[in-house]
């Protein structure tokens, strides 16, 4: 009897080196360095075609300390298309003496710095843990697109607004109303768009509304008013329109308009601000930043990339805070829905396709912060106990390791 021969698979990769290449990866995404390292790379990625925006720094920095006609406080009358707070303007007065080549390579490596410091800063919120593979999985999403916020466009007024919102809500995570307002209004200073963060006020203690608001008010005065004292045509820089991008979401609701419409900023401000408000009420503060993220990119003409970092950093509070889960699915899916999708090649949908997409995706934000509560983690039920016996949005007790839940 002849032998049977069987003949035997060798699979070129066995399940061993499956498993041990999985956790190689987990390993990597658990460990501290991960997200420095991960910055680095995609910033590294960026490097060939830099500083887009920087001009526009340079430029207003530039304005703001000279005696020239139409500089200084006429600054904003005279150059409305420099749509910047004057906070950011003289954040980069300091660089304005090197090569612009040389600032922009200082302002996108401390701007890439933030991204990951930010992620970090996470940990440091009162009462609340967060596993280096949360804080690893969010850095894995949020930095590739923070680096072309860095990078590629040097956008050093939205990461400023930002970085500055992050140390607000710190700041009210440990109730103290005076620091604050101060990072609130420092927050506007550098970008006008972030005015509509002031509901974040009304999570404080009733009794301490008024001060912080009224400290807000005056920061915010001392930033801008002088500029209209001096020239009463800056109150029309904020007319100032861009062309409606054929993939905003803005041509997707319908707005043919070709460039901004004059209602526009408006009720992205008041838009935001009442459902701001609304989320506040909800008890639902650390969703504020997404909601006024995603109604500013609802009703946006433009479609620049670097939007989706701003709401990209707000979803991933909404997942490694607010939510708690193990996987930051909003941010997987603002990062999918807003910028993936425009970086396929041959395979990139249409700009109308892009536009529902954008649509979709800011609404879907909307629903998930504003609608039903669908959290499932151990802190739920604490949660909701402390709601019945105190108004949502207070903490239940007012000291240095308060966390508003």
């Not at 509509?196 to 930033?223: I, S």
Request: with cysteine.
């Amino acid at each position: 009897m002849s032998p049977v021969i069987t003949s035997q698979r060798s699979p070129t990769l066995t399940r061993v080196v499956e498993h041990r290449q999985t956790r190689l990866v987990l390993r990597w995404l658990d460990a501290p360095w991960f997200p420095w390292v991960w910055m680095t790379l995609w910033a590294a990625g960026q490097a060939g075609h830099a500083l887009v925006s920087w001009h526009f720094f340079t430029t207003g920095a530039g304005l703001l300390s000279s005696h020239d006609p139409g500089a200084g406080l006429h600054l904003y009358a005279t150059h409305p298309q420099l749509q910047i707070g004057p906070l950011t303007f003289l954040a980069a007065t300091p660089l304005n003496g090197l090569p612009a080549w040389l600032s922009g390579a200082v302002a996108s490596a401390v701007i890439a710095a933030t991204g990951p410091a930010m992620l970090m800063s996470l940990s440091r919120l009162p009462q609340l843990t967060i596993t280096n593979r949360q804080r690893g999985l969010a850095a894995a999403v949020l930095l590739p697109v923070w680096a072309e916020l860095a990078v590629h466009y040097t956008h050093l007024d939205d990461a400023l607004a930002l970085v500055l919102l992050m140390a607000a809500m710190h700041a009210l995570a440990r109730c103290r109303p005076i620091p604050a307002a101060l990072l609130l209004a420092a927050s506007a200073d550098a970008k006008p768009w972030a005015l509509a963060f002031v509901p974040l006020l009304l999570v404080l203690p009733r009794d301490r509304w008024w001060r912080a608001v009224m400290v807000w008010m005056a920061a915010m005065a001392a930033a801008w008013l002088p500029f209209v004292l001096a020239d009463p045509l800056t109150l029309q820089a904020g007319r100032f329109s861009i062309p409606n991008d054929a993939s905003s979401s803005l041509r997707a609701l319908g707005i043919t308009a070709t460039s901004t419409p004059a209602w526009d900023r408006p009720l992205q401000l008041l838009l935001g601000v009442a459902l701001g408000t609304l989320a506040v009420r909800r008890g639902r503060w650390l969703v504020v930043p997404a909601v006024v993220l995603s109604v500013r990119m609802l009703l946006d003409p433009g479609a620049y990339s670097y939007y989706t970092s701003g709401l990209l950093l707000a979803t991933v509070v909404v997942d490694v805070v607010w939510r708690r889960t193990r996987w930051p699915w909003v941010s997987i899916g603002v990062a999918a829905g807003l910028y993936a999708v425009r970086n396929l090649g041959p395979l990139t949908p249409t700009d109308e396709v892009l536009g529902w997409l954008r649509a979709a995706t800011t609404l879907g934000v909307l629903v998930i912060s504003l609608g039903p509560d669908w959290r499932d983690h151990p802190f739920q039920k604490e949660g909701r106990h402390s709601r019945s016996a105190t108004r949502p949005g207070i903490p239940l007790k007012e000291s240095s390791d308060s966390l508003i839940t």
